[in-house]
């Protein structure tokens, strides 16, 4: 039924850079013929889960939605496709995404133009667009996406989903194609909060192959769902002051949050101002460390190893040449910002800089979470724009990510909601619940609760 969807609806949203038809109905019939044999991998034995092109997976392209990568073909699984298989959810195509996940629109991506499923003039954010897209659009019940300043949680909100960003560690990113290493993470993209829960189960935990995943024992996050109370009695929930005076939110989005709030309080919540005195520089240093840690992952992308090569004159040349005419204007601009930050001479200016203030935001956190469980704040600015209305000026497009990529720099979890429909336009508005680290069980409670 899924594949079917696609089939009929998804010339309009393009969602998918591919989908492998045939192999997915070979996958859902050997589920099938699993559960007749009283045999299935899991409860969700059968179940198709779209993935964002950047997480790979054994035999598919992983384009990153980029041309030097475009003729690549994984040859293995990332560790989150292969905990989704070994429980039988069906891996179910490639979706689009910005250029290596940088952007806000997925009009960065060097193939194609994802829409909106709630208005085809709108973008469905990014950099995980596709993704947002494909749920939104029911082409999928779930998918994968990555998140290294916002690209789960902005276009979930844009397209009216519940998009998690688990702690930093907690799922592996063994296969994930990396950004900015020390913020990305992979993360379940959904209709409700169970579903989300359900995903998380699946892909979360420590693996040998990634030494940053946390050794903690992950699971349990559907039940904590099924089990949750209904109410929010007893719990303490934040207002970063500095999220809501002057942060320049659209009155829809105003709005709703104000209404958001009025319904969390009504819940049983008791709310507390609390303050994140360094949120005023989180874009500015998000904007520095994503860019260096860029600018050396994309180095090994040199036409040599991996992906497309122009033959140039001479190895100087054909470097030149591959990356050139391989790499998108987005992504060149931050390879230029990255390496300049890294210079000698600019290092301790902007990079050294960047990283102690970095320490400073997340100290900002840890001390916000004395005085509450969890904080409540807005996810975007504004509803999904229109395409193109954004693209000219680049700093404009950073600055909407202003209320999601401080969580990346603290490592901490966040969700983003659906909370209603903007009055003037009636697009999906979202509100996001931020959590201390390893706390995705309570996270995922609130929100069903919410919802
Ligand atoms: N929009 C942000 C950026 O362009 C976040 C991207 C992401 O989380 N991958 O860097």
Redesign the pocket.
């Known amino acids: 039924a899924y594949a079917d969807r696609v089939a009929a609806k998804d010339g309009e949203i393009k969602a998918f850079l591919k989908l492998d038809r045939e192999q997915a109905l070979k996958a859902a019939e050997a589920a099938d013929a699993r559960r007749a044999a009283g045999k299935p991998l899991s409860d969700y034995d059968g179940i198709p889960v779209g993935i964002k092109d950047c997480i790979v997976a054994e035999g598919e392209t992983c384009s990153c939605a980029s041309k030097i990568l475009a003729p690549v073909k994984s040859p293995y699984d990332s560790t989150a496709v292969a905990r989704l298989r070994a429980q039988g959810f069906i891996p179910f195509g490639r979706l689009n995404m ?1 250029e290596f ?4 629109s997925c009009e960065n991506s060097a193939f194609q133009k994802t829409a909106n499923p709630c208005d085809v003039s709108r973008v469905p954010g ?2 995980s667009g596709g993704s947002a897209a494909c749920v939104a659009a029911s082409f999928a019940p779930a998918a994968l996406g ?6 789960i949680r902005q276009p979930a909100a844009f397209c009216g989903i519940v998009g998690l960003k688990p702690t930093y560690g907690r799922v592996s990113r063994y296969g994930l194609v990396a ?1 900015a290493s020390s913020l990305d993470q992979i993360g379940p993209m959904t209709h409700d909060a169970l579903d989300a829960g359900i995903l998380l189960d699946a892909i979360a935990g420590g693996d040998p192959m990634d030494s940053t995943s946390l050794p903690n024992p992950a699971g349990g996050f559907a039940d904590a769902v099924r089990n949750s109370s209904g109410s929010l009695k007893g719990m303490k929930i934040g207002l970063p002051k500095e999220y809501f005076t002057g942060s320049g939110l659209a009155s829809g989005v105003e709005t709703i949050t104000q209404q958001a709030i009025e319904k969390v309080r009504s819940l049983g919540a008791e709310l507390v101002e609390v303050s994140l005195p360094h949120t005023r520089y989180a874009v500015a240093v998000y904007y520095i460390i ?1 860019t260096a840690e860029a600018s050396a992952n994309l180095a090994r992308f040199d036409g040599i190893r991996y992906g497309d090569r122009k033959e140039g004159r001479d190895l100087v040349d054909t470097y030149f040449k591959t990356r050139g005419e391989g790499f998108g204007d987005e992504v060149k601009r931050r390879i230029l910002l990255g390496t300049y930050v890294l210079s000698s001479g600019y290092y301790d200016a902007y990079y050294l800089r960047a990283q102690k203030v970095r320490t400073l935001i997340r100290r900002d956190f840890e001390e916000a979470y004395k005085r509450c469980d969890l904080m409540l704040t807005p996810v975007t600015p504004t509803v999904a724009f229109k395409f193109g209305e954004k693209t000219s000026d680049p700093l404009q497009m950073y600055l909407s ?1 202003i209320f999601t990529i401080a969580l990346n720099l603290s490592g901490n979890c966040g969700i983003s909601v659906p909370a209603g429909r903007d009055p003037e336009t009636g697009m999906p508005v979202g509100i996001q619940f931020l959590a201390p680290a390893l706390d995705e069980a309570r996270l995922l409670q609130v929100t069903d609760t919410f919802m």
Do not use: V
């Not at 990555?146 to 690209?151: K, P």
């Open positions: 910005d996940a940088m952007g806000s990014g950099s990555s998140d290294t300043g916002g690209s950004f994503a990510d």
